[in-house]
């Protein structure tokens, strides 16, 4: 499981990045920071392995923070979610080596792809006791579409292609999973895992809807070429 630490001044995009966060598998929001200090104090005291960070905060802002983590030795892999734009902003973050940078706004889907490419560098990391060229060049080159052969462990390409057939079938609009799952003999989180993969490939995209409880449902549709 990654532990992941949101970091953001406003309460509301704080607690609809901790659902989002927590209705991705594999990852598991342990808390919520509104401002810089808070943030470095959660970091010393608690073992985190990625920061959701903004940069304009009250105290201290994020890249301030991210300077004051190298200081202290705190290596937590960082994605940045901010409004700036500048350039100068974009280069410091690249230099303090943070894993991707999201401007706001975003779609919920980027933020997506930026969580499954960090678990995807996790697990293959996990997988190897010895880093080759090819494994280095996956992790690095990370825009590039993963390729069908690197299936995830526990997939199976006849399975991969049933779903993405279903959901190329429903492809003037987006559907739930209960429509996807319709006549086929997998179970909801199975199918699930499989669009989550369609959508790091960049084949699939996903909407998410909240309903009157507050609970996230997903809705996928074929990306558009």
Do not use: C, W
Not at 24 to 50: H, S, Y
Not at 137 to 165: I, S, W, Y
């Amino acid at each position: 499981m990654i532990l992941v630490l949101v970091v953001e001044d406003d309460p509301m995009l704080a607690e609809i990045h901790r659902k989002f966060i927590d209705n991705t598998e594999g990852f598991k929001v342990i808390g919520i920071a509104g401002d810089g200090v808070k943030a470095l104090e959660m970091l010393k005291e608690n073992p985190i392995d990625l920061v959701l960070l903004d940069i304009y905060m009250p105290k201290m802002d994020g890249l301030t923070l991210v300077e004051e983590m190298r200081k202290a030795s705190i290596a937590s892999d960082l994605i940045l979610v901010t409004a700036s734009k500048e350039v100068e902003q974009v280069e410091r973050a690249l230099k303090f080596g943070v894993f991707d940078y999201l401007v706001k706004p975003f779609e919920f889907d980027r933020l997506k792809q930026a969580l499954f490419h960090y678990k995807s560098r996790v697990e293959m990391l996990d997988s190897s006791t010895v880093v080759e060229q090819g494994l280095i060049d996956r992790m690095l080159l990370r825009e590039g579409k993963l390729a069908v052969m690197d299936l995830p462990k526990g997939m199976h390409m006849k399975t991969l292609e049933r779903v993405r057939k279903t959901v190329q079938e429903h492809a003037s609009q987006h559907v739930d999973i209960d429509a996807i799952t319709a006549g086929m003999d997998v179970s909801k989180v199975t199918v699930r895992r499989y669009l989550d993969y369609l959508a790091q490939l960049e084949e699939v995209e996903i909407q998410m809807h909240y309903g009157t409880r507050g609970r996230p449902s997903f809705k996928y549709k074929v990306r558009k070429k």
